[in-house]
């Protein structure tokens, strides 16, 4: 059977799954943890806040920190014992991916995301050790994570597009597919949680991820063929993976003017930072709104995420607009990062329901500089070395995440009890650095995409004479 050139159902069904759960962890954690330091069964309530249930002595808000702080640190451990693995396996699978093609850079993370996810649900259904999940966490690593397979995705997407506005749109519209998916699965997980509890969400969870699974192995087409022509041996041999990513990420700055290396490591610095203080924040959102004075029910916790999905929604909307429109790249991804700035500094001082639903108007566009900053860099790097590119941003991207989720954990365990909402605020001063570094991208970009065109331009000449050159050899 003919496969599909298509990875967009992948993404989707990952990121349904994916975020079916996600919200769950921290509330599950949340509640086992709330247990044992109260020695009492979690407060459940229709009521729209679990604050209405629970008196304002000292006692309880002594509770509410200690549960709080241990919540935040269990994060931070489970971040830690995943870093290492993953963002190794992220390397080398998606580099290794220009020859040993993309799926593998996208079967196995499936695969490890999956094995976390029965994990969590043997854990709950049989009321396990809770720090089980760290073990857990640590041996899905082993499998890669989300950086790889959007490694993975985004290489197999630069292989099909054929010039930067097309890349840019289809990179801008996966990033939509997840903003939808995962906002209609958190939409569910209240409403899940309210009917069955937790064991049902992650059951369906592993359902979806064997789906993906079967679509991915079966069904979805490999876009590399065969390696290069000039692939690479080690001693007559087959050359290791470790060699790919040493010299994948050699090659990605040769070739290339001194100014266009330059653009590629000052993008990859605004994507790095921003995305230190954009995930690193996010990720406290649902610790956020389980605190006082908030007090989320997990029903709320499942509409603040769906209405979520509207920024995601916005973004795809904007990039296409402004990319038609012939806005500059350059100030599409300002926009976003001012939009981030804007709605982190809202979160900081939300204190009532509306005010944190509000809290997604400003950051409407905010995951408009994620496809645009990769299509930038993809244009800079030929055809080629994309899946050594993409394995160079998917490993900073993962290691950017997992260091910010740990920071930021322990920055709010160690403020929560006299200002929650300062790591909010960090997060949106931290923002300067990805605006500097764009400042200084305008200043010296200006020949960088002709020059960046003659070098693709170059290695498909380089392409065609190696095909003519085999041809004449057989």
């Excluded at 993404?11 to 009492?40: D, H, K």
């Excluded at 630069?158 to 906002?183: F, H, I, P, W, Y």
């Excluded at 939300?350 to 950051?363: G, I, Q, S």
């Amino acid at each position: 059977m003919k496969g599909l050139y298509l990875v967009e159902p992948v993404v989707a069904l990952y990121a349904f799954s994916g975020f079916l759960i996600y919200p769950l962890v921290q509330q599950y954690v949340y509640r086992r943890i709330w247990q044992e330091v109260t020695n009492s069964s979690y407060p459940v309530s229709d009521n729209a806040s679990r604050c209405a249930n629970v008196s304002g002595d000292d006692d309880n808000t002594n509770y509410h920190n200690e549960v709080q702080r241990q919540t935040s640190l269990f994060s931070l451990y489970s971040e830690l014992s995943s870093t290492v693995p993953s963002l190794a396996v992220t390397l080398i699978l998606v580099a290794h991916s220009d020859r040993g093609g993309r799926k593998i850079a996208i079967i196995l993370p499936l695969t490890g995301t999956l094995l976390y996810t029965l994990a969590f649900l043997t854990v709950s259904y049989f009321e396990l050790n809770l720090y089980l999940l760290i073990g857990a966490s640590l041996v899905s690593s082993l499998f890669g994570g989300m950086g790889t397979f959007f490694g993975g995705c985004y290489a197999y997407i630069a292989d099909l597009c054929e010039d930067g506005r097309q890349k840019t749109l289809r990179m801008a519209g996966v990033d939509m597919v997840v903003g939808l998916l995962s906002g209609g699965a958190a939409l569910s997980t209240g409403y899940f949680l309210r009917a069955a509890g937790f064991n049902w969400p992650f059951l369906t969870a592993a359902l979806c991820l064997c789906l993906v699974l079967l679509y991915a192995i079966f069904i979805l087409e490999e876009t590399v063929k065969k390696p290069p022509p000039d692939a690479y041996a080690l001693d007559g041999s087959q050359q290791w993976a470790v060699a790919d990513v040493l010299d994948g990420a050699r090659r990605l700055f040769t070739g290339a003017s001194r100014r266009c290396k330059t653009v590629l490591i000052l993008l990859m610095i605004v994507f790095t930072s921003f995305s230190f203080s954009y995930f690193g924040s996010i990720s406290l959102i649902t610790l956020y709104e389980l605190n006082k004075p908030l007090c989320w029910s997990e029903i709320l916790i499942g509409y603040g995420s769906a209405l979520s999905t509207t920024v995601f929604i916005a973004s795809f909307a904007g990039v296409t607009l402004f990319t038609c429109c012939g806005v500059p790249q350059l100030l599409i991804v300002l926009m976003g990062i001012l939009s981030v700035v804007s709605g982190l500094i809202m979160v900081a001082f939300a204190k009532t329901t509306l005010v944190m639903f509000l809290v997604r108007a400003p950051m409407l566009l905010a995951i408009m500089p994620f496809p645009v900053l990769r299509s930038m860099m993809s244009k800079i790097i030929p055809k080629s070395e994309q899946g050594a590119l993409f394995a160079c941003v998917a490993f900073l991207e993962s290691l950017t995440t997992n260091v910010a989720n740990a920071v930021f954990s322990s920055v709010y365990a160690a403020t929560v009890e006299w200002y929650p909402g300062f790591s909010f605020l960090l997060a949106a001063g931290l923002c300067v650095i990805p605006l500097a570094a764009l400042g200084t991208v305008g200043v010296l970009g200006t020949d960088v995409a002709k020059e960046s065109q003659k070098l693709i331009t170059g290695d498909e000449d380089l392409e065609e004479d190696q095909n003519q050159n085999n041809g004449l050899i057989n």
